[in-house]
Each structure stands twice: as C-alpha cells, then as structure tokens.
C-alpha cells in the first residue's frame, strides 16, 4: 500500500529528469551560436540561425498529433524511453556537425524524436494522479523544463571553456544512459490499456485511433483550449529563442554572460511561477471548477506589461525586472494546461489531445521564430516582441468566456 503510494511520485521523479534534458538539448543551441559560427560560417546571419531553431519547431509541431496517438495507443513507457534515446543521439551527433546542412538535418530529427515525450509523459503522470494534486505533479515535472532552460544557458559557458562539439557529446551521452535508467525503473500505468483484446493489428488499432479523434475534434472546447494553449507560445517560444540575443544587444554583453543571465532570469521565475500556480490551482479547484481557468488567466495577465518591459526596455533594470514577470507569469499558465484539459476530455483522448495542442503551440513558436530572426536583422527585435501582448490579450479573453467546466476530471467522452 505504500508503494502504491509512493510510485506516483517517482513517476513524476523519473519524468522530471527527461523533462530537464528534452529542454536542455534543444535550448543550448539558442545560446552557442558565437562558438559554432566560427566554424560554420552560415551561423553568422540571424536569418540563417532563424531557420536552423525553426526547422526543429516545426517538424515538432507536425509530428505531436501523431506522437499523441501513438501514445493513446501503445506503452506510454516505451514511447518515452524511445524518444529520450533517440533526441540524445541525435544531440550526441550534432557534435560531429561540419556543416549547416548537416546541422540542419540534424535539428529536424530532434524534432521528430522529441516530440513523442511530452504527450506521453503528461498523460502517464495525470493517471497517475487523478486526484487533488494532479496540478502539483504537472507542475513539479515542469519545473524539469526551467531547470533544463536554465542549465541550456550554460551551454555558451562550456562552448567558451571547452568547445561546442563537447557539449553537445556530453549531454548526448547522458541522455542515453538515463534511458537505461527508464527501462529498468519506470512502469505504465495499470488498466491503462482499456481493449483486452491483444489479437488486433497495430494498422487496426491506428484505423480505430484516426475514428476517435473525432470525439476529439468535435469538442468546441477543445477547440477553445487549443487556442488558449496555442497562441500565448508566440510571446513564450520568442522569449525562450531570442532572449538572449535580446540581453546581449540591449545590454551590449557577450553572449557567454548574457546567455546565463537571461535563461536563468526566466527559468527561476518561471519555476517559480509553476509551484504557486499547481499550488494555487489544486486549492481553487476545490471551491470553484474553474480554479485551474482563473490562475492560468492570472499568469497570462502578467506577461503583457513584461513583454512591453524586455521589449521596449533598455537599461538592466527594466529588462530584467520584465523577464522574472515574464518567467512567473507564464509558468503560473504553463502548469494548468493539462489540468484544464483533464476538465474536457477522458484519458483515453488526453495524450492525443496534448499532441494536438503541442503541434498548435510549437507551430505558432516555428513563425514567430522564423519572423524574429528577419527583425533582428533589421534591428526590430525589441518593437516586434513586444507587439506579442496582443495575442495574449486575444487568448485570454476567449478562455475567459467559453470554458466553463463541469467536472474537474471529466472520465468519458
């Protein structure tokens, strides 16, 4: 019985690691563009370094609707353990990069390979507790992601003191241990798999995934929780891309010290913001179903005047004080996304639901990334990452009116 008890929270445990490298692998890059152009000449021009974030982004956003199904219908362990394995050695090679197209292609298939855990991961850990602390295991996971945007910060550090290959060997290669690690430690939920029927083929099982989907795809709040999720990420995946540019040529800093400053700036806030918001949740919840609704739209509400403050700002003061509002506000509205959608959809929907919510939001950071890389060119990236707050504005109006929840754990659809 204590086991019983217990295991949730080693879940969590588990999957909090995986989280920090997921973020980890793909943030670094965003920070070592000073040491890797010295050896890969296209690297120079923003435009290119735009497209090379990009590429991962959108090949992610294509890729988590089906990563969500699969993860509907087959060992949510073994999705996990294949991504974790796959993302690391992919990491493990960009080391051995020579050039901008294999750096390219490189960066595409993390893409693929990441996207398969967190549909996954999110949906094992809402099963695993499905009861008054579902928004604090969420949002303990996702402090996994801040510290791995923080530490991701640091990648510049160890390019500067070492190289950049041997970041990217090192933390390769630690992610294919830890997926040793996963095999031997980490279990699917029981009763998960709702058909006993083990004589069906997999084509079957996706036939009858695709025609499910439509109890999916025909949930208007779904639809609304899709662009409540989606739209907010213009503001956060510009933020995770570009801040430290942002830092480096408001403050007139090297990157090695403005990539640190401004991922663990933001990371710690945002880790911060996570824990008050899953706190702040799992009590409203129990006065009021749409508790989870009301503390993701205080989050959103604080990242309007931040973005105003890191964009238009121009002293450390007003830029850094933007960036920690930033960071807590979004965290607070980060850690309720798969609590409101427990709200709305069943578990067996909930991973495909997540992936569809991953490919809106990472497709809306794809744009903004590639739009942002063009205005750094030009010198507008302060002014066009500041007009973001009125996509929050939009997002946060619409959650507020249409979502109305009637259960705070919705079990069929």
């Known amino acids: 019985m ?3 008890k217990i295991y949730p929270w080693v879940v969590v445990g588990l999957l909090w690691f995986v989280a920090l490298l997921n973020y980890l692998d793909r943030q670094m890059l965003s920070t070592m ?3 890797m152009m010295v050896d890969i000449a296209e690297l120079e021009t923003a435009a290119n370094f735009g497209r090379l974030m990009a590429v991962f982004l959108w090949i992610y956003a294509l890729m988590s609707p089906v990563s969500g199904i699969i993860a509907d219908r087959l060992s949510r362990k073994w999705v996990i353990v294949g991504s974790l394995f796959v993302w690391s050695g992919v990491t493990l090679l960009m080391g051995f990069a020579k050039t901008f197209d294999q750096l390219y292609f490189l960066r595409g298939l993390m893409g693929v390979s990441e996207a398969f ?3 996954a991961g999110l949906s094992l850990i809402a ?10 295991a969420v949002g303990i996971h996702l402090t996994g992601i801040y510290i791995g945007q923080a530490l991701g910060g640091f990648g510049a550090t160890i390019s500067v003191n070492y190289s950049w290959q041997t970041t ?10 830890y997926s040793v690690v996963l095999i031997l430690l980490l279990k699917e939920k029981k009763g998960y798999i709702l058909d006993p029927d083990r004589s069906r083929t997999i084509w079957k099982g996706f036939s009858e995934a695709y025609k499910a989907l439509g109890v999916l795809l025909k949930n208007l709040s779904f639809w609304v929780i899709l662009f409540y999720f989606s739209v907010p990420r213009l503001a956060g995946w510009a933020t995770k891309n570009w801040l430290p540019t942002l830092f480096s040529e408001n403050l007139h800093i090297n990157m090695a010290k403005a990539g640190p400053m401004s991922t663990i700036t933001i990371a710690m806030s945002g880790l911060i913001g996570v824990m008050a918001g899953a706190v702040l949740s799992d009590k409203w919840i129990k006065y009021n179903l749409r508790g989870p609704i009301y503390t993701g739209a205080i989050g959103l509400i604080l990242t309007i005047p931040s973005v105003m403050l890191f964009g ?3 002293s450390f003061l007003t830029i ?4 920690l509002i930033f960071g807590f506000g979004f965290g607070m509205f980060d850690v309720t996304a798969m609590p409101i959608l427990c709200q709305f959809v069943s578990p067996r929907y909930r991973a495909s639901g997540y992936g569809f919510m991953n490919m809106g939001s990472v497709s809306t950071g794809a744009l903004i990334t590639t739009i942002l890389g063009k205005s750094a060119d030009e010198g ?4 066009d990452m500041a007009l973001l707050a009125v996509f929050v504005v939009a997002a946060l109006v619409l959650q507020l009116s249409m979502l109305h929840p009637k259960t705070a754990n919705k079990i069929l659809d």
């Open 127 to 136: 099963d695993y507790h499905q009861g008054k602390n579902r928004s604090l």
């Open 168 to 177: 990217f060997h090192a933390f390769g290669l630690i992610g294919l241990i």
């Open 312 to 314: 238009f700002g121009t």
């Open 320 to 323: 850094w004080l933007g960036t």
């Open 380 to 383: 507008n990236l302060s002014r």
């Open 33 to 35: 563009k000073p040491s």
């Open 117 to 119: 855990y967190f549909p």
């Open 2 to 4: 204590q086991y019983k």
